[in-house]
């Protein structure tokens, strides 16, 4: 047999097509929902002279305690829950998959969604079942129930709010979920910093399968790489063991204990966000976008034609998601992260055209 990859690496891996990160090099970047804003310039200083003081030669430690007591103060997670550390909560999806990736298991979630959901799970050796949302990108309960009872899913992803629809799901119907699975459901969480107070972190220890997941990176801190599970100690710890020692490094556990210390400053850039993703929905109104509802720091949008639409504002300098072609429900949409006021105004500008 021939030792090339082609040979050797598993089917299902061969199959997958890489995370795609477009080039984005001088151009307004929309396209990845991160926060616009750079830090405060004395902030930015301060972090500096503070990681100047990292003892890069030694490991960090790995239990983190000053930075997962931050967290705490930072997303109010109470003592009575526990959490792991990932390198962005990207790891922390393959971590799960990992525990869970007993032979013939299953990873259930709703689609479309987030692509590390079906990533992680074929990574990891489980089977991977999508349950299609409605038009409206609203919870299919009695289709998703289905699965549940059809499938018996080792592990069940739900993100809330939804990326890349952008809307929350029904708490009810997410907890009749919890009830109805036979394994573990984990309820992503990376966008509730814009969705108003909506969260199910007060439900975590209160369902033996429950798990929540959190990042850093929407709230500013995307390049630290810093995400977690929160949930009840028997769970946290069985990921702990899969958590590579020194997974996160020193100087993003470094920073983000400064950063979250002086967290005022993130909270009034996603203030800032939240205004101007309404700014944003009513231009997008005024110049006649069909446009789905958002409780997170991008608006979905639906255009007449999506590939063209993507391509003019590229030339424009524009660089959004598209997602044609992608799931059957995303036919000629586009996904518009919120930038700043002159950001989303040259995007508005740039659209009008675009769609024409
Ligand atoms: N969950 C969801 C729903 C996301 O949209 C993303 C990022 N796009 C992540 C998790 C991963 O975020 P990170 O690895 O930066 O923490």
New binding site residues.
């Given amino acids: 047999m021939p030792k090339t990859p082609a040979s050797l690496v598993r089917e299902e891996i061969r199959a997958l097509e890489a995370y795609h990160v477009k080039p984005a090099q001088g151009m307004v970047k929309l396209d990845?929902?991160e926060n616009p804003y750079a830090l405060p310039a004395p902030l930015a200083a301060e972090m500096g002279a503070r990681l100047a003081k990292v003892a890069v030669n030694r490991y960090p430690d790995p239990t983190a305690p000053a930075l997962k007591r931050r967290l705490r103060e930072a997303m109010g997670i109470p003592d009575s829950l526990e959490i792991v550390l990932?390198n962005?909560?990207?790891?922390i999806?393959q971590i799960v998959a990992m525990a869970l990736a007993r032979p013939g298991a299953v990873a259930l979630a709703p689609e479309p969604?987030?692509a590390?959901y079906r990533m992680s799970a074929i990574a990891c050796g489980l089977r991977y079942v999508g349950v299609a949302l409605r038009p409206d990108f609203s919870l299919d309960e009695r289709a998703f129930l289905q699965a549940i009872e059809t499938t018996r899913p080792a592990v069940t992803w739900i993100?809330y709010p939804?990326?890349p629809t952008g809307n929350l799901f029904s708490r009810e119907a997410i907890l009749r979920i919890v009830a109805a699975s036979p394994g573990l459901v984990v309820v992503?969480e990376?966008?509730y910093a814009f969705s108003g107070g909506a969260s199910l972190l007060a439900e975590v220890g209160r369902h033996p399968n429950l798990l929540l997941?959190r990042?850093?990176?929407k709230l500013g801190l995307?390049g630290l790489?810093?995400?977690l599970a929160i949930g009840p100690r028997d769970w946290i710890a069985e990921l702990e063991k899969l958590r590579l020692p020194y997974n996160v490094n020193a100087l993003s556990m470094a920073a983000a204990e400064l950063l979250l210390d002086h967290r005022a400053a993130l909270e009034e850039q996603t203030r800032a966000i939240v205004a101007e993703r309404t700014r944003l929905e009513a231009a997008l109104d005024r110049i006649g976008v069909a446009r789905f509802p958002s409780a997170a720091n991008f608006v979905l949008v639906r255009v007449p034609d999506g590939p063209r639409a993507f391509g003019r504002l590229r030339e424009r300098g524009i660089l959004v998601r598209h997602f044609h072609g992608s799931h059957p429900l995303l036919e000629h949409c586009l996904r518009l992260t919120v930038g700043t006021p002159d950001e989303n105004d040259r995007l508005i500008e740039a659209l009008v055209p675009a769609i024409a």
């Fill in positions: 990845a929902m990932g962005g909560s990207d790891e999806l969604s987030f590390m993100a939804n990326n992503d990376a966008y997941v990042t850093v990176s995307a790489r810093l995400g």
